[in-house]
């Protein structure tokens, strides 16, 4: 069956360090990939997406990286910022942003001081 | 902007009884999706609406869970009777087509 999935439930990450939360996927039919961080009390937001056909994509702090062959998805935070706290999901669909989004479960991202 | 608004945000019911949750999506996206969120997991869709048309309800348990969105704005999801595995974080999204989906804050039932 479909399925996303991440590796580690916690991470914990020195203030100002580079943070880089991972995901396995195993539906090599997905076609769109999608980072979301939810802070507590609140919904998913969106933080940056990539498709099947790209391997990096960078936004502000963010980059996301897609491996294919090892059906492997990525978020490096830069420069980490308590601000960055929060549980992280990768998430998949296999065609348009606003078609069926399946989510893994989700990694919490701890900032130390 | 306004967001997406939901109500109540937080919802204490008895095991049997009858619930709604009410979503306003944002002005002018004409998707509108209810998902459900246990603790530590990520959402899992339960309905999506195309303006009044149920697009996908194929996860909604239809036994107890109702939805709908009459005039393709606002949208209410029932559940009757309420169930203690029912507990759970109900969130509401919107789009425009074929854009990313924007969650509003949820609405947090505790069935007891």
């Known amino acids: ?113 | 902007e306004a967001g997406v608004v939901q109500s109540p945000r937080y919802k204490i019911i008895e095991k049997k009884q009858p619930v709604a949750f009410w979503c306003n999506p944002i002005s002018g996206h004409n998707t509108l999706y209810w998902y459900l969120q246990n603790l530590g997991q990520g959402p899992e869709l339960l309905i999506r609406y195309e303006n009044e048309e149920a697009v996908d309800d194929s996860q909604l348990p239809k036994d107890r869970f109702s939805a709908e969105r009459l005039k393709g704005v606002d949208s209410t999801l029932k559940i009757q009777p309420a169930e203690l595995g029912d507990s759970a974080v109900y969130l509401c999204a919107s789009s425009v087509r074929g854009g990313e989906q924007f969650f509003g804050p949820g609405t947090r039932l505790t069935v007891l």
Request: proline share 4%.
């Open chain 1, 1 to 113: 069956g479909e399925s996303v999935g991440l590796h580690l439930p916690t991470l914990s990450v020195q203030e100002g360090d580079n943070s880089i939360i991972n995901c396995a996927y195993s539906n090599s039919a997905s076609d769109y990939f999608i980072w979301y961080k939810q802070e507590s009390g609140k919904g998913p937001q969106f933080i940056i997406d990539i498709r099947s056909n790209m391997d990096k994509r960078q936004g502000q702090r963010v980059t996301v990286l897609l491996n294919k062959t090892v059906k492997h998805l990525s978020l490096q935070i830069a420069a980490t910022q308590p601000g960055d706290s929060a549980v992280y999901f990768c998430a998949e669909n296999k065609g348009n942003r606003d078609d069926k989004i399946i989510f893994g479960k989700g990694t919490r991202l701890h900032i130390l001081p």
